[in-house]
């Protein structure tokens, strides 16, 4: 079994940067992806940046340029860092695992506001 454990949200005014972070548990088998999501009031949940094992990414176009997924096998863990935010960047955002089974965190909140 793995569990995902995300945090580092808050609030953060416009322009701001937030690190999260996704810490796993358990046994993790390659290949897998690891992503992280968000889900912003009466709106989908919305794939925001993705790392496969093999080392590829991917972003969302809004906000390529402005956040960096990045992991740190020693720990397990897996980040997000988000520069120059947008009140549209306020979600809740969630880890996801993609493997052998398919993980999610329990989210945390991110507000981006003045």
């Known amino acids: 079994q793995v569990q995902l454990v995300e945090s580092g949200g808050g609030l953060v005014q416009p322009g701001g940067s937030l690190r999260l972070s996704c810490a796993a548990s358990?046994?993790?088998?390659?290949?897998?992806?690891m992503g992280w999501y968000r889900q912003a009031p009466a709106k989908q949940r919305e794939l925001v940046a993705s790392l496969a094992s093999g080392g590829s990414t991917n972003y969302a176009d809004s906000v390529k340029g402005r956040f960096t997924i990045s992991r740190d096998n020693a720990k397990n863990t897996v980040y997000l860092q988000m520069n120059s935010l947008k009140p549209e960047d306020t979600a809740v955002y969630y880890c996801k695992l993609t493997g052998r089974n398919t993980y999610w965190g329990q989210g945390t909140q991110v507000t981006v506001s003045s």
């Open positions: 358990g046994s993790i088998f390659r290949p897998y992806v």
